[in-house]
């Protein structure tokens, strides 16, 4: 009977991104995720058809559903940001029958994953311990370029979505401000994003090319990683580096935008490969070099997310107080 009744308690969760959609079932009572399955986005995605077989081979019906997701959130109509995938809300939880479905942010889930994350769960670079009255700021670098805040208040978690990844990335010195003109001269106006995504490493190794007179060959943002990693590309190594420094100068941003003394959260998919070399970096020096300004950023703690499913697990944690309230 026991089981039954936790049956029962079970959501549906997705972590729907540009390139895969991430599904799972979560547990209220244990806070666990099971189920879990990706899939590759393609042309002939259909959401609610996906949902459907998904639902289908748990061999689970549910009442209750989150889609986190990777744009804008505003209004009936969804239209994702960086794949073709779009929806009615409305429509979508009428014909799954549902009783209730939140549509979020993907940040906004992966934001309220952060006060159930594990040690196990997340690395620390630098800093000291977050003071958790204060705000929180989470960030990653994946198909785009995700960015949220999260504030307790009255005694719930709150998460502040945006999309601060559209904005525009500051450069230091004459060598960032040739790669940042070969990449206006591409796109005209140059968001963060161009540089801290995956495409944003084959943007910033192409515009390394073309500055040092080398091939501008098509190259993908894992071999760029796996040849910085073991030196085999100094191409490669340079474009990481700079990634890195690029990564701390915008986490950096971010904290002192809302004074996130509970601390920097990274997540997307690309950091936690190359974590070591992430430490060994200028992402730290970069992340405290702000001026007058140094001696609180050398205080806040960043930490780089390294459970599987932030997304999932922030979904079911969002729904489970949507429900409290």
């Not at 958790?132 to 960030?139: G, H, K, L, R, T």
């Not at 085999?232 to 701390?248: D, H, Y």
């Not at 702000?290 to 703690?301: A, D, F, S, V």
Request: aromatic share 6%; glycine share 8%; charged share 20%.
């Amino acid at each position: 009977m026991i089981e039954q009744g936790r049956e029962m308690e079970k959501l549906l969760v997705a972590d729907i991104g540009g390139t895969n959609a991430r599904f799972a079932l979560y547990n209220k009572a244990t806070k666990t995720l099971s189920n879990i399955e990706k899939y590759t986005i393609t042309d002939e995605t259909r959401l609610p058809q996906l949902i459907t077989h998904y639902l289908e081979q748990c061999g689970v019906k549910v009442e209750r559903a989150c889609l986190a997701i990777a744009c804008p959130i505003e209004g009936d109509k969804i239209a994702m940001t960086n794949n073709h995938i779009e929806f009615s809300r409305s429509e979508l939880q009428s014909s799954l029958c549902l009783k209730q479905l939140e549509v979020i942010n993907d940040f906004t889930a992966v934001a309220m994953s952060v006060p159930a994350l594990k040690e196990q769960d997340k690395c620390q670079i630098g800093g000291k311990e977050p003071d958790m009255n204060y705000p929180v700021a989470i960030y990653g670098a994946g198909t785009g370029l995700g960015v949220a805040h999260l504030i307790n208040a009255a005694n719930q978690w709150l998460s502040l979505p945006g999309e601060g990844g559209h904005v525009e990335l500051p450069m230091i010195n004459a060598h960032e401000d040739q790669v940042l003109s070969v990449l206006r001269n591409k796109f005209g106006r140059v968001s963060a994003e161009r540089f801290l995504s995956g495409s944003g490493l084959v943007n910033i190794y192409q515009a390394l090319a073309e500055i040092t007179n080398q091939d501008k060959k098509e190259i993908s943002p894992s071999d760029i990683v796996a040849q910085a990693l073991d030196k085999s590309c100094q191409l490669s190594l340079q474009t990481l580096t700079l990634f890195c420094a690029f990564m701390g100068r915008f986490g950096g941003n971010l904290a002192l935008t809302l004074n996130t003394r509970g601390g920097v959260y990274i997540a997307g998919g690309i950091v936690p490969r190359f974590l070591e070399f992430l430490k060994q970096s200028d992402f730290r020096h970069n992340f405290e070099t702000k001026g007058r300004m140094g001696r609180l950023l050398k205080t806040i703690p960043v930490y780089v997310i390294t459970h599987s499913d932030p997304g999932l697990l922030g979904a079911g944690m969002y729904l489970e107080q949507k429900q409290k309230n």
